[in-house]
T-cell receptor
């Protein structure tokens, strides 16, 4: 089955630790995205990548880092510099519209709930 | 000012009712528009894209008004299973970034 997987589903972090959230897709999508969602809030963009070995900061990149070494994978590291990391983290991907520079709709993974103890 | 704004609700309606949500966006360069549905503690899932001429998918109708910069979603004959949060999403052509509204919560009651 084609789709996006995220792991782990739940993650607990002690203060001062770095943790890495996994995101893998087998949809052959070019673009991948990381969002953060807080209770009662909309999704806020952390980082996004349109091609391998390239990525751009979103609106709330401070305290996060990413890599895009393979088309299928876009892991997110939540560093100790992120002051309030407890949130629901969602990974998404989208394909490029044929013959155009723009992208189609996004598909989401099931998310990772991160809690700082 | 937020890029995309929605009434958070909740909208509490009886089964069988018709309910409509609006969403406004701030950037006139917006290129694509979508409605997503998000169930509690789950990921958003695409409900429908919104086309310039308006489009319908079963009980759901989406409309776009570029002049006034808003999109709408109409749900007819509401079902209990329609209870969820509905997210309005806008994509800007220049940046290929997607902007999400905070969502409108719908509760359909028996």
């Amino acid at each position: 089955d084609g789709g996006i997987t995220q792991s782990p589903k739940y993650l607990f972090r002690k203060e001062g630790q770095n943790v890495t959230l996994s995101c893998e897709q087998n949809l052959n999508h070019d673009a991948m995205y990381w969002y953060r969602q807080d209770p009662g809030q909309g999704l806020r963009l952390i980082y996004y990548s349109q091609i391998v070995n390239d990525f751009q900061k979103g609106d709330i990149a401070e305290g996060y880092s990413v890599s895009r070494e393979k088309k299928e994978s876009f892991p997110l590291t939540v560093t100790s510099a992120q002051k309030n990391p407890t949130a629901f983290y969602l990974c998404a991907s989208s394909s490029k519209r044929e013959g155009r520079l723009s992208y189609n709709e996004q598909f989401f993974g099931p998310g990772t709930r991160l809690t700082v103890l | 000012r937020k890029e995309v704004e929605q009434d958070p609700g909740p909208f509490n309606v009886p089964e069988g009712a018709t309910v409509a949500f609006n969403c406004t966006y701030s950037n006139s360069a917006s290129q694509s528009f979508f409605w997503y549905r998000q169930d509690c503690r789950k990921e958003p899932k695409l409900l429908m894209s919104v086309y310039s001429s308006g489009n319908e998918d079963g009980r759901f109708t989406a409309q776009l008004n570029r002049a006034s910069q808003y999109i709408s979603l109409l749900i007819r004959d509401s079902k209990l299973s329609d209870s969820a949060t509905y997210l309005c999403v806008v994509r800007y052509y220049n940046f290929n970034k997607f902007y999400f509204g905070s969502g409108t919560k719908l509760n359909v009651k028996p």
